[in-house]
């Protein structure tokens, strides 16, 4: 079993700042990628940001292109988002995922980001 643990989120304003970060443990093997998806009141759940363990290219939706930046620390079984430029779209509640090489998906349990003035 994995467990995800996510930090950081809150409230902001506009064009303010905040750092998400997923720390995962347990009985970690073949983990094919990390990322953070986000669900909006009466939407879906989408992909924010995801990083690949074999290349560590990462993919991003393109609403948060040049704004967001995931990053990950081996040592800690950590990833981080950093979020810049944030805006009232961006409110949801962020979710960490990490998925094996067997395509299972572990999920975090979520964690509010709130943008508003």
């Known amino acids: 079993q994995v467990q995800l643990v996510e930090s950081g989120g809150g409230l902001v304003q506009p064009g303010g700042s905040l750092r998400l970060s997923c720390a995962a443990s347990g009985s970690i093997f073949s983990i094919k990628a990390m990322g953070w998806y986000r669900q909006a009141p009466g939407k879906e759940r989408d992909l924010v940001a995801r990083?690949?363990?074999?290349?560590?290219?990462?993919l991003y939706a393109d609403s948060v292109k040049g704004r967001f930046t995931i990053s990950r620390d081996n040592a800690k079984n950590t990833v981080y988002l950093q979020m810049n430029g944030l805006k009232p779209e961006d409110t949801a509640v962020y979710y960490c995922?990490?998925?094996?090489?067997?395509?299972?998906?572990?999920w975090g349990q979520g964690t509010q980001v709130t943008v508003s003035s």
């Open positions: 995922n990490l998925q094996t090489t067997g395509a299972y998906d572990y």
């Open positions: 990083i690949f363990s074999n290349d560590r290219t990462n």
